[in-house]
């Protein structure tokens, strides 16, 4: 199961729930949209039908309390992202879900790429957090090239890494 938010384009595998056999598509994994109430099914790049709701299409509501209060989530049994920068890359601090499998939040601002319990690292991130730990755990301040290997890796605009290495440089830290 993967948060997924409204907008993002998907491929799931369907349910066997009442509407899903009723259209012949239980079980099937299909391309669907995700909408604020309901999830619109694809077939061959075409709308499928009329939406139906989120939890015929198998997308879970799960309410999370947290620190700016009560956050309405989706969840879904996810194949494949389309597209997963339709879920705000940049904008705010979030899920990031990328293509080599990659599942990580970014806090903003700062671009920090934070692991959690829930964290899915793909093979080569896998390597680069060892190699970062590997150093950090000797001098944390020679490990500034694997950290950076690790943000390039989850996307963080190379600009803001330049931006961040320059002020390094001139805070006098050794890099
Ligand atoms: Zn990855």
């Given amino acids: 199961m993967r948060r997924v938010k409204v907008g993002q384009r998907l491929k799931v595998k369907l349910p066997h729930s009442e509407v899903c056999m009723h259209m012949r598509v239980a079980d099937q994994v299909m391309e669907v949209e995700i909408l604020a109430e309901a999830v619109q099914l694809y077939k061959d790049g075409q709308k499928f039908s009329g939406p139906i709701l989120l939890g015929e299409a198998g997308v879970y509501v799960k309410y999370v309390t947290g620190r700016i209060g009560r956050v309405r989530e989706l969840w879904a049994d996810v194949e494949e992202v389309i597209d997963y920068r339709s879920i705000g890359v940049g904008e705010s601090s979030d899920w990031y879900y990328l293509r080599c499998g990659c599942q990580l939040f970014v806090s903003q601002p700062g671009w920090n790429v934070q692991s959690t319990d829930?964290?899915?690292f793909c093979e080569e991130m896998?390597?680069?957090?060892?190699?970062y730990a590997d150093v950090a755990l000797k001098n944390i301040r020679a490990a500034f090239p694997q950290a950076r290997a690790i943000d390039e890796h989850a996307g963080v605009p190379?600009?803001?890494?330049d931006a961040e290495e320059a002020d390094r440089k001139a805070k006098g830290w050794v890099a």
């Fill in 118 to 120: 829930i964290s899915v």
């Fill in 126 to 131: 896998q390597r680069l957090h060892q190699e």
């Fill in 158 to 161: 190379k600009e803001f890494l």
